[in-house]
Structures are given as C-alpha cells and as structure tokens.
C-alpha cells in the first residue's frame, strides 16, 4: 500500500474524496491522521449518526468490491488467485485503463476496509452493540 500510495495512488484517492491533496505520502501516517480525524468528528455523533458515517464509508468500500469482482470476471481472475499471486493476476490485465480501475479499486478498498474495521471496534465499545451494515 506504501508503495502504491507513493507512485500517486494516494493523491488521486484524496482528490476523488477530498478535493485535496494529501499532507503526506506515507500511507501509515496519512491513515492514522484520517482515521484519528474521522473519530474526532465523530465523538459526540449519536449512534444513528455514527452508524450512518460507518454505512456511508461502507458504500463506497462496496463501490469499489464491485469494480473489482467486474474486472476480475472480465480476466478471468478468481479471488484465491488474486489472493495467492497477486502480481501475476495484474499481468493478465491487459488494457491500460482497467489495470489502472482494479490497482485503484484495490487501494481503496484497503483504505475504507481498515478504517470501517477500526471505527466498526469504537462503535461497538462507544453504543455497547456490534455495527451491522444495512445498505
């Protein structure tokens, strides 16, 4: 993810999201700054506020699942391939705009996953119940 985020994956994921560019390009420091801000934001947030914060990022995680179950059924590529040999399965995409779609929908799928895990835990621990998503 690192490196990903150092060869530009990181500012077009802050321009998609945030219509900026980001502070840093180490993915670690970018991400605890946005997950430690999120959870700022949302400290006094009811629960139904809070849920609804975690249901939207849970969307856009969605979003980005289904770009790349779409590309993965386009290549042919099963999910314990991409899971086992990760880099050999990008050399089956072949067109230059969809390698680019599936690296980014796997960016950010990493980044929304993590964050929807770290805020699903304080949920829990704030509202006492597990967070479920209903979309």
Not at 18 to 42: E, Y
Not at 116 to 127: A, K, N, V
């Amino acid at each position: 993810m690192n490196e990903w985020a150092k060869k530009g994956f990181l500012q077009s994921f802050c321009k998609v999201f945030f219509k900026s560019k980001p502070k840093t390009l180490n993915i670690i420091l970018w991400f605890m700054d946005r997950v430690a801000t999120d959870l700022l934001l949302q400290k006094d947030s009811s629960q139904e506020q809070f849920k609804n914060f975690i249901d939207m990022l849970s969307k856009y995680d969605l979003n980005f699942l289904e770009q790349q179950y779409k590309l993965s059924e386009k290549y042919k590529i099963a999910p314990e391939q991409l899971k086992n040999d990760f880099r050999h399965c990008l050399k089956v995409i072949t067109d230059k705009e969809d390698l680019s779609s599936f690296l980014f929908a796997l960016f950010s799928d990493g980044i929304f996953h993590s964050e929807i895990r770290i805020l699903s835990y304080y949920y829990e621990e704030w509202f006492g119940l597990p967070y479920k998503f209903q979309g």
